[in-house]
């Protein structure tokens, strides 16, 4: 029976990210996930933060010719309602940066992880599943489908939504689903995007354009469950006249560039995120519509952590409380993070004219007071970004 100090269960992009980190951390991990069977046509915005941790990684330089700068983000409400919020920018240099992050596509992600996953001499890869846990004091056995075994001293879950990890070690999970689904593709255009990623807040949801390189761009569109389905089985030409019109012509005339794939939107978070031997990251801890481009930046958010806290040290085994301190370190933001989405897309949805005169005001705000939109922009980035900027300013009013 083989024994590794971290076995990660799970191999999307949250687990082989999660495996690498620790990795080259100094643990000797395991990754233990079949071998993925959909292609994944979708991409990936990923903040500065998550960025610079992948340059940390030595993965970005790969990465990058695939990906395209998000230099500008605007919302503009799409909607007919009586209150509409004024069209709100967000410039990328006006908190010193050149782009907020970069789009990247899910396959460009997948190739680059597989490849340096493959090649670290700190992973054993094992292309099954895990039938069985037994969560012990000192250590954590895990029978996999072919009836071997194999022992670890902690266990990180990115096994997603329906964590089979998750539920062997008792922790329930809180779901709520939305009346929506997302229609998703790339589509190339003959006007320049110019790294301006553009999000129409529509009765439905949000319609989000966003740069590839070139001259081509991803669209996440949320619509009822019906008219995606409507949607997914138009003819190229006549689904590409469609968003076209959806985008005013913004970006001139539009091409579509791949097979739309639809998305069912629900949210889901743990009841905690960790415990003794166990870590819960990504979408096994947390789950949410795709606004505001959080997803895979609140995992990313969870393996910063957990690779800072599991820090190989020679006198230091894995601390049998480690998923107790990452449970108490990581909720904060990953709360934070999951109602406040809830609470916007249930804005864009709801009829109910107290809550557009609330969410239009908020964005007029947003719209005409550039210290606010710094400091949301910041803390859009990164948690705690703005607020250290703050602090930093008063420093050095109060030196002068």
């Known amino acids: 029976m083989q024994h590794f100090e971290v076995a990660v269960v799970g191999g ?117 599943r895990v039938d069985l846990f ?102 190229g030409e006549e689904l590409a006249t469609v968003i076209e019109a959806r985008m005013q012509s913004m970006l001139g005339k539009v091409t579509i560039d791949s097979t739309p794939q639809t998305w069912p939107l629900s949210s889901l978070m743990a009841e905690k995120f960790g415990g003794g031997r166990l870590a819960l990251v990504g979408e096994a801890a947390h789950a949410f519509p795709p606004i505001g481009a959080q997803g895979l930046n609140l995992s990313l958010r969870d393996i910063i952590e957990l690779s800072q806290s599991l820090r190989a040290n020679p006198d230091c085994p894995v601390p049998a409380d480690a998923g107790d301190r990452f449970n108490r370190r990581r909720r904060p933001d990953i709360m934070t993070r999951t109602f406040g989405v809830d609470v916007l897309n249930r804005s864009l949805l709801s009829d109910f004219l107290p809550v557009q005169m609330v969410r239009a005001a908020g964005l007029h705000l947003l719209a005409s007071a550039p210290p606010l939109r710094n400091l949301v922009m910041q803390e859009g980035i990164e948690p705690g970004r703005g607020l250290r900027s703050i602090l930093q300013a008063l420093r050095q009013e109060i030196r002068r």
């Open 12 to 128: 999307g992009l949250t687990g082989s990210v999660a495996a690498l980190a620790l990795a080259r951390a100094g643990r000797k991990v395991v990754l233990v996930a079949p071998a993925a069977e959909e292609a994944d046509q979708r991409t990936t915005a990923l903040m500065d933060q998550s960025i610079r941790f992948l340059e940390r990684l030595g993965l970005w330089d790969t990465i990058e010719p695939s990906a395209a700068p998000l230099s500008t983000m605007q919302i503009i409400d799409g909607t007919k309602r009586l209150l509409r919020a004024p069209t709100t920018q967000f410039r990328a240099m006006d908190v010193g940066l050149y782009a907020f992050g970069y789009n990247i596509p899910n396959h460009a992600l997948h190739a680059t992880l597989n490849a340096a996953v493959s090649a670290e001499a700190n992973i054993t890869e094992v292309n099954q």
């Open 134 to 235: 037994d969560f012990g004091s000192d250590r954590v056995a895990l029978t996999l489908t072919r009836g071997e075994s194999l022992t670890a001293d902690f266990v990180v879950a990115a096994d997603g939504k329906n964590s089979a990890t998750r539920e062997a070690a008792g922790i329930g999970v809180r779901r709520w689903s939305y009346p929506q689904t997302a229609l998703v593709l790339n589509f190339s255009h003959t006007v320049p995007h110019g790294n301006i990623s553009t999000e129409f807040h529509t009765e439905t949801g949000p319609f989000t354009q966003v740069p590839l390189p070139g001259s081509r761009s991803s669209l996440v569109w949320v619509v009822k469950p019906e008219e995606a389905q409507r949607l997914s089985v138009l003819p």
